[in-house]
C-alpha cells in the first residue's frame, strides 16, 4: 500500500476522541431560555449574511469562463469504452469525483467512500440536466468489485488509459493520488472545463443544491443571477418525489 493510501483522508484521532467524552459541559453556557432565544437571533442574523455571500460566490462561479477540451480521452467501464461527453449520458452538465483508487491499491479511498456514501439520489440531478460520475485511475477489474460491496450505483468509469487524471491534478506527477471535482458543460457536442475544486472545496458538497451550485448552470431557478443562456423555472415547482421524474435513476 502506498504511503498517499495510508495517509489518504484519515488520520488517528483516538486520543481526541477520548478528550472529547472527558469534557464536560461548561455552566457559563447554561442559560435562560430568554437569553437562548436572544443569543440564537444574533447569531441566525450572521448565518443568514453567510448564505448570502455564498449566493454571490455561486452567480460569480456561474459567470467564470470556461475552456474547451480538445483532447481525445477514452474511459473504461465494465464491458465497453467511452469518450468524455459519452459520460454526459445525454445531459447538458457533467460532474466529476475524482475518487482517489490508486492502480496498486486493494481498495478505493476511505474518505472518498464517505463522501459517495453521502451524495444524494441522482434523479433530482438529472432533472436539472445534471450527470454526475466518479472516476478513478484503478482498472474497472478493481473497481467494480469495491463498487459492489460498497453496494453503490453511481456511474464509475476508469481513467487508467488516458491523461485524464494527470490533466485535472487527480494525479500528480509523482504519481500521488488526490480528490476533488470537475465540472464540465456540453453544447453542440463540443465539451467546456468550467470548475474544479478540491481539498477542502468538496467538504459542503453531498447534497443536489451543494453540486448544483457549483455548475454553469445553477439551480436554475427563477431568483439566481445566472448567464443569459440558462433556462429558468420557478423555484419548488421543479421538485418532485426520485421516481415521478420523466427521467429517474430508479
Known sequence: MSESMKHCCSKNNTADNEQLRKTHVNQAMIVTKEDWNKAHQAF???EK??????DKLNAERRHLPMVE???NYTFNGLKEQYSLLDLFAGKKQLIVYHFMFDPSWAEGCDGCSMMVDNIGHQA????RDTTLVLISRAPMEKIHP???RMEWTLPWYS???SDFNYDFGATTKQGEETHGYS???????KVYHTYSTGA?????????WSYLDITPMGRQEDWENSPTWVRKTPRYEWWKHHDKYTDSLS
Open 44 to 46: 441566525l442574523k450572521k
Open 49 to 54: 449574511e453567510h448564505t448570502r455571500e455564498r
Open 69 to 71: 477540451i480538445t483532447k
Open 124 to 127: 433530482h440531478l438529472r432533472a
Open 146 to 148: 469495491f463498487k459492489k
Open 159 to 161: 481513467s487508467f488509459n
Open 183 to 189: 465540472v464540465f458543460l456540453q453544447d453542440n457536442n
Open 200 to 208: 477542502r472545496g468538496v467538504e459542503y458538497l453531498g447534497s443536489n
